[in-house]
């Protein structure tokens, strides 16, 4: 079980968009429409803002959105704000036997 | 509103037993159908999961820790728990408790940094 691959930074200025992607296998992403993506900022608990590939959690912002395409899913954050700088990280569902991994994230910087 | 709070000693010395418990409060731990999982992040790092637990005792661990990993359930304190045996400096993290409701973590808790070192 590998970790799944995302770009180790990304940035945008205010206003902008950026996506995150997150690759992984026939085993994992490829099979499941069960990718999540939590929000982590500095010394705080990861939060979920994407869940089962495309759903938001209520009260997260509507310019957090979720998408897949064969081994690789991706996370677009629109409109982009301060607030969002943060580190990002997907996870799969990848079976029952041993059912969750993660990226490695990607640190998302607002210029 | 669910939360979890993980407590347990921030300091092992190499080779011991990890020791963790993850309380519940706001609701049941064996109320509805979730998972209890922990996963970890060393400093700098990204996460890592470790393992889950079922209300039945049921258990799944990651392969890459499995041999060293238990994860218990005690439904009467409303608790979980971790124990990661023989632990080296690469055991170093912070340390979180989570609840797995059906494919995704909602709830987690704010973390505990165990440390590794004589």
């Known amino acids: 079980q590998s970790a799944l691959t995302q770009p180790a930074s990304v940035s945008g200025s205010p206003g902008q968009s950026i996506t995150i992607s997150c690759t992984g296998t026939?085993?994992?992403?490829?099979?499941?429409?069960?990718v999540s993506w939590y929000q982590q900022h500095p010394g705080k608990a990861p939060k979920l803002m994407i869940y089962e590939g495309s759903k938001r959690p209520s009260g997260v912002s509507n310019r957090f959105s979720g998408s897949k395409s064969g081994n690789t899913a991706s996370l677009t954050i629109s409109g982009l704000q301060a607030e969002d700088e943060a580190d990002y990280y997907c996870c799969s569902y990848a079976g029952s036997s041993t059912p969750w991994v993660f990226g490695g994230g990607t640190k998302l910087t607002v210029l | 509103q669910v939360q979890l709070q993980e407590s347990g000693p921030g300091l092992v010395k190499p080779s011991q037993t990890l020791s963790l418990t993850c309380t519940v409060s706001g609701g049941s731990i064996s109320s509805g159908s979730y998972y209890w999982s922990w996963i970890r992040q060393p400093a700098g790092k990204g996460l890592e999961w470790i393992g889950r637990i079922y209300t039945s005792g049921s258990t799944n661990y990651n392969p890459s820790l499995k041999s060293r990993v238990t994860i218990s359930v005690d439904t009467s304190k409303n608790q979980f728990s971790l124990k990661l045996s023989s632990v080296t400096a690469a055991d170093t993290a912070v340390y979180y408790c989570?609840?797995?409701?059906?494919?995704?973590?909602?709830?987690w808790g704010q973390g505990t940094l165990v440390t590794v070192s004589s």
């Open positions: 989570a609840r797995e409701k059906e494919y995704y973590f909602d709830y």
């Open positions: 026939s085993s994992d992403v490829g099979s499941y429409n069960l």
